[in-house]
């Protein structure tokens, strides 16, 4: 299990982070930041990423009230005199205190991961803890513990400081901040629209309409069973699709969710989950290896979720088992896949 790091272990993330922008970025201003406590000026790195989107980061590595400041936001805005209000701060406690929302958490090797609480402050578009698992898209809470009551607590861990991923992990959970922001935002304003009378038929329409949201973890899949079971039908479909020659009727008297026939035996073996919380998990791995089992060679495992989970163990039993992961988003477009065609190949 991840354990909650220490004051130098603090610095060293903070370090790593900034390094990372610094020899990144494509863009260095001094820019107008605000929040709610103020305004100031401040030096923003923005760092172009490879599919055209970007992120900006703002660091002070001058500890304020017991913290160090880690402002992160996904757009400069028009123009350069236009004030930037981060999309989320991740600001990292020096000592113990859980009212700040950001965690350096280590595994069991010492290797630092960036954790977030999951809670955006706003004032009347204060976005708390449980409605932000619910409502995250793509990430998962995960248990941490503080070595001094031992008591396991939940995070979303973004990523490990020295992932090869990490801009673009911190960039997908960014943009999910600015966008539950936006949406909050919008609700607000139509609460206020209904408070004063000026709902109208098209106002109420968009309240009824389906919007996917994640389970208590933050999984990315809808809340109810009904809800699940619908999006897990939605998914293997889509998979069908793009997987050439897929099936999904029994094998050996069992019902995997997909899979493809080399001659008599299985060459591509799917377990599809809509959930990505621990149970799914454990169930997936299991599964696979189940449904799998007395056929030489084994077929190519592949596991696709709404949500990769950073947790060390898990990640280490996945490679160890050779299962490849592939992580599915829900579109206006219908069902997106990220690394399935790596995941084939």
């Given at each position: ?83 930037l209000v981060p999309s989320v701060e991740i600001n990292l406690p020096l000592s113990l205190d859980l009212r700040i929302a950001g965690y ?242």
């Amino acid at each position: 299990m991840l354990k909650l790091g220490g004051k130098s272990d603090v610095k060293n993330l903070q370090n790593a982070m900034m390094a990372l922008f610094k020899s990144n970025a494509t863009k260095i201003a001094t820019r107008r930041l605000t929040t709610p406590g103020g305004s100031f000026l401040g030096e923003v790195y923005w760092i172009t990423l490879e599919n055209g989107n970007g992120i900006w980061g703002y660091f002070d590595d001058v500890p304020l009230k017991n913290k160090l400041t880690c402002w992160f936001g996904i757009s400069l805005g028009s123009t350069n005199s236009e004030a930037l209000v981060p999309s989320v701060e991740i600001n990292l406690p020096l000592s113990l205190d859980l009212r700040i929302a950001g965690y350096a958490l280590l595994d069991e090797s010492r290797r630092l991961y960036l954790g977030h609480q999951g809670l955006l402050r706003g004032g009347r578009n204060n976005v708390p803890i449980p409605e932000f698992a619910r409502r995250i898209r793509g990430f998962v809470r995960e248990e941490f513990e503080i070595t001094a009551d031992k008591r396991p607590r939940l995070a979303f861990v973004i990523a490990g400081a020295d992932d090869p991923d990490f801009l673009r992990r911190l960039h997908a959970y960014v943009s999910e901040c600015a966008r539950l922001r936006a949406e909050k935002r919008d609700e607000t304003d139509r609460e206020q629209a209904k408070e004063d009378g000026e709902t109208n038929d098209a106002d109420n329409a968009e309240d009824l309409k389906f919007t996917p949201e994640a389970s208590d973890d933050g999984t990315g899949a809808g809340r109810s069973s009904y809800e699940i079971k619908r999006l897990h039908g939605r998914v293997v479909s889509a998979l069908k699709k793009q997987v050439k020659g897929a099936v999904n009727s029994s094998h050996n008297k069992m019902r995997p969710d997909l899979y493809t026939m080399h001659g008599d035996r299985m060459s591509v073996l799917f377990e599809v989950k809509a959930s990505s919380d621990t149970q799914s998990w454990f169930k997936a791995i299991g599964q696979l290896l189940v449904y799998s089992d007395g056929q030489t060679p084994g077929p190519r495992l592949i596991f696709v979720c709404p949500a990769e989970r950073r947790d060390p163990a898990f990640r280490g039993a996945l490679k160890r088992l050779n299962i490849r992961l592939v992580i599915f988003k829900e579109s206006r477009e219908g069902i997106i896949f990220q690394r399935l065609q790596e995941a084939l190949a």
